[in-house]
């Protein structure tokens, strides 16, 4: 047999073999979300309905090939959503912290115990949550860091203000002769936080451990944090997908849920395996911090979406040195307290032009 009729009769084999192999490769979709087993969930954590109020107009809804749906960021050092630099999948386990000391078992309270008064934006100040609860319970603040130099990079270190807002956050959880638990994700500026809350507490000889995978900053996405950047990147940014995201708009609904597990089961699961699970192994107080794309909706969900972090439809987003207090109360009961560090929960990306007299300069009111 010559090579010409070899090729014509092996032909159609070798093309119902790649369409095959063509046909099976599209099936298989390793980026599908799933959806995480619930552990102890709060019955008042119920899914609440965003305003009734109308959705302010977004052309990007018409039109998302404008080019005025391209990312906007604010003209700050945070202008871009921050994880930590985690790419990876968002999913963390609730490791085995210290050793073999059991975990504690816990639910979630009916209500809070704590005679504490949030301000007129709903969070409570650090130090009121810390002086009001009686040395029965135990506290652990998940924070985001302070002021940061501009730039994501992991040696991004804090700004003058940041040190001066983490010292003064330290001040305010100051008294007694307890020492808390420190723990952060590795990166300079949450560490830096820790260190300088302790010092502002007077703890000199404190040690920051790193947790970075339980401080994961990408916990509540489904996919890695390059994919929802370069999905955020014309509907108007990551600091708007992931609001819409954590309260629950209408914008690109159907998009946005690809990217996010689901916030009240996500935020439970995180109370319960990654802070509640470790609370035995830390000190009566721990202070966590990690990055805004972990806070945002972590606040969010802790306040039943109440608080107004809400950037896409008021521009606010997470600040810094705000975050949760977990709370376990005497009978092993859960409470949630959206809380900050500074005096404004949320910053802002309105800016204020200020004149000096070496010309004008650009501040966020916030900070």
Same mark, same amino acid.
């Given at each position: ?39 102890? !969930? ?13 959705? !302010? ?60 008064? !949030? ?140 990217h996010f597990y689901d916030l009240f089961e996500r935020g439970n699961q ?26 945002? !909706? ?70």
């Amino acid at each position: 047999m010559n090579i010409k009729k070899l090729v014509v009769r092996a032909l159609p084999m070798v093309c119902a073999a790649c369409m095959t192999a063509l046909i099976a490769g599209c099936g298989d979709d390793s980026s599908t979300p799933t959806t995480p087993a619930v552990t102890n !969930p709060t019955s008042s954590a119920a899914v609440v309905n965003s305003s009734d109020a109308a959705a !302010p107009v977004d052309e990007c809804v018409a039109d998302p090939s404008s080019p005025n749906c391209s990312e906007v960021p604010p003209a700050s050092s945070a202008s871009a959503p921050d994880n930590g630099g985690n790419s990876g999948e968002g999913v963390s386990s609730a490791a085995n912290q210290g050793g073999d000391v059991p975990p504690i078992t816990a639910s979630f309270a009916t209500a809070k115990t704590l005679s504490v008064i !949030p301000d007129t934006n709903g969070f409570y100040d650090v130090g009121d949550i810390y002086k009001a609860a009686p040395e029965t319970y135990r506290i652990a603040y998940v924070l985001r860091h302070a002021e940061r130099e501009s730039g994501l990079g992991q040696e991004s270190p804090l700004t003058e203000v940041g040190v001066a807002q983490a010292l003064a956050v330290g001040e305010k959880l100051s008294g007694g002769d307890e020492s808390f638990y420190y723990a952060s994700t590795d990166f300079i500026r949450t560490r830096e936080t820790c260190n300088n809350i302790a010092k502002g507490r007077g703890e000199t000889a404190n040690v920051t451990e790193t947790q970075a995978e339980l401080l994961n900053g990408s916990y509540f996405l489904t996919v890695p944090s390059d994919s929802l950047d370069a999905f955020a990147k014309k509907k108007g940014g990551g600091w708007k997908i992931i609001s819409v995201y954590a309260y629950g708009e209408d914008y690109y609904a159907d998009q946005v849920q690809l990217h996010f597990y689901d916030l009240f089961e996500r935020g439970n699961q995180f109370v319960m395996e990654n802070i509640v699970a470790n609370m035995s192994k830390w000190k009566r107080v721990s202070i966590l911090v990690s990055h805004d794309v972990l806070l945002e !909706p972590l606040v969010v969900y802790a306040s039943n979406r109440t608080v107004d972090v809400n950037f896409y439809r008021s521009g606010r987003w997470v600040n810094y040195l705000t975050g949760v207090a977990v709370v376990l109360n005497a009978e092993n009961q859960v409470e949630l307290y959206p809380v900050r560090g500074t005096d404004i929960g949320y910053m802002t990306q309105k800016k204020v032009v200020v004149r000096t007299d070496d010309g004008a300069t650009v501040v966020d009111p916030a900070e």
